[in-house]
Every structure is written in structure tokens, then in C-alpha cells.
């Protein structure tokens, strides 16, 4: 079975644009989670979608959005983009997300956004 | 707010010998799920080992093992018999009944021939 894929691999934008990155959970995984990873540091979590429901976010502006579709895959936008923005945005995928549960957040390779 | 600290930011090992990383966490939860995750230079964030704060028996995985202490609120990574292919980033991680990830800053971790 194939893994969480994410695209694109690469991106780069100047400042004040928008860029938008996908993902797709594995195959039977309903909740799909997104994390900023900046050079150096640990990943900080953005969003937790599932069923098609925002069922948790991190500390980040408005700028940051996203959605899930039908078939479980996942937009994240950023609006505005900042310097600051520049970083590996990783999408994770687990079974259910039932916030009574902990299942495993299995990583994507991530998305290498540079803004300048 | 839950805190994960690692407090190594490098380390090195030579093959088949063996590493402890290191990681403490603060909370006020009971219940909660503890990872250590690695990540190699082509930045694919993998599960190594996962920890549930309720069972007191530490989990193992192959060469991977744990030793969490909860009332000290410490979860080190043991590597045996390290292999080249071990070289990466190692974070450790807390979830409670929820849905975020909570990471520490990493642990580079260079295994030497």
C-alpha cells in the first residue's frame, strides 16, 4: 500500500503570494494532520482535519487554511506569504482521529516551500 | 501546555555499539502516547517506537527500546548494535487524548564506521 504522498515536492513563491499543497492519507485513514517543520526545529502542528471537519489547530494566523475532501485528502493554503513561511510542511495521516484515541500519525515526505 | 525537551542536540556512535537519547516531557495529563520519530537527511518523518503512558512494561521494537520512567516524566531511546542506516534526526514526541503532536527540538544522531 502506498504511504502518504504529498505535492509538489518544491515550491518557491515571493512574498505577498499564495500557495496551496496536497496531500493524500493512506488508503482507509480518515484524519489527515499538517506540521511546519522550520530548519532546525521540530515540527509545530497547524491543523487536524477529520471527516471532512477542522478538529484542532495550532498557533498560526489566519492566513493558514485548509480542507479535506470526500476521499480524505487534504489542502493546506497560505495566504500572504511571509519570509517566515519558508519551511518543510509535512502532512501526517492516522485511522480515525477520534480525539477519544491516539492512533499514529504515519509522515509524508513533506513539502520544501521556499518564500522569497 | 505540554513541553518536550531533548536535550542533546548531537550525537555520535560508532557501528554496533550502543546509544541512549534522551527526552523529558512535563504535563499534567495521565493519560497520554509517547513517539520518538526519525528522520534521515531525505526528511521522511518515521515511526520508530511508541509509547502508552498507562502501560508500565517498555515498549520494544527490534533494536529500538524505551525506558520511560513516568513519574520522572523521561522517555530515552535505546539503539543496539547501531547501524549506519540509524544516522538521523531523532525527535521525541507527546500526544494525550488528542490529536496534536507535541516535538521535541531533535537529536542529531552520526553513526560511525
Known amino acids: 500500500d502506498a504511504g502518504v504522498t504529498q505535492s509538489p515536492t518544491h515550491l518557491i513563491k515571493t512574498r505577498g503570494q499564495q500557495v496551496t499543497l496536497r496531500c493524500s492519507p493512506i488508503?482507509?485513514?480518515?484524519?489527515v494532520s499538517w506540521y511546519q517543520q522550520v530548519l532546525g526545529q521540530g515540527p509545530q502542528f497547524i491543523f487536524q482535519?477529520?471527516?471532512?471537519?477542522?478538529?484542532g489547530r495550532g498557533n498560526f494566523p489566519d492566513r493558514f487554511s485548509a480542507r479535506q475532501f470526500p476521499n480524505y485528502s487534504s489542502e493546506l493554503n497560505v495566504n500572504a506569504l511571509l519570509l517566515g513561511d519558508s519551511a518543510l510542511y509535512l502532512c501526517?495521516?492516522?485511522?480515525?482521529?477520534?480525539?477519544?484515541?491516539?492512533?499514529?500519525?504515519?509522515f509524508g515526505p513533506g513539502t520544501r516551500l521556499t518564500v522569497l | 501546555a505540554q513541553t518536550v525537551t531533548q536535550s542533546q542536540p548531537e550525537m555520535s556512535v560508532q557501528e554496533a555499539e550502543t546509544v541512549t537519547l534522551s527526552c523529558t516531557y512535563d504535563?499534567?495529563?495521565?493519560?497520554?502516547?509517547l513517539f520518538w520519530y526519525k528522520q534521515p537527511p531525505s526528511r521522511q518523518m518515521i515511526l520508530v517506537i511508541r509509547?502508552?503512558?498507562?502501560?508500565?512494561q517498555n515498549a520494544t521494537e527490534n533494536r529500538f527500546s524505551v525506558n520511560f520512567q513516568k513519574a520522572a516524566k523521561s522517555f530515552s531511546l535505546k539503539i543496539s548494535d547501531s547501524q549506519l542506516g540509524d544516522t538521523a534526526m531523532y525527535f521525541c514526541?507527546?500526544?494525550?487524548?488528542?490529536?496534536?503532536?507535541?516535538f521535541g527540538k531533535g537529536t542529531s544522531l552520526l553513526v560511525t564506521p
Open positions: 509509547q502508552e503512558a498507562y502501560k508500565q
Open positions: 482535519y477529520y471527516e471532512k471537519e477542522e478538529r
Open positions: 501526517a495521516s492516522s485511522l480515525d482521529g477520534d480525539s477519544r484515541s491516539t492512533d499514529t500519525q504515519y
Open positions: 488508503s482507509g485513514h480518515k484524519s
Open positions: 514526541a507527546f500526544m494525550n487524548s488528542g490529536y496534536a503532536l507535541n
Open positions: 504535563t499534567s495529563e495521565n493519560n497520554y502516547y
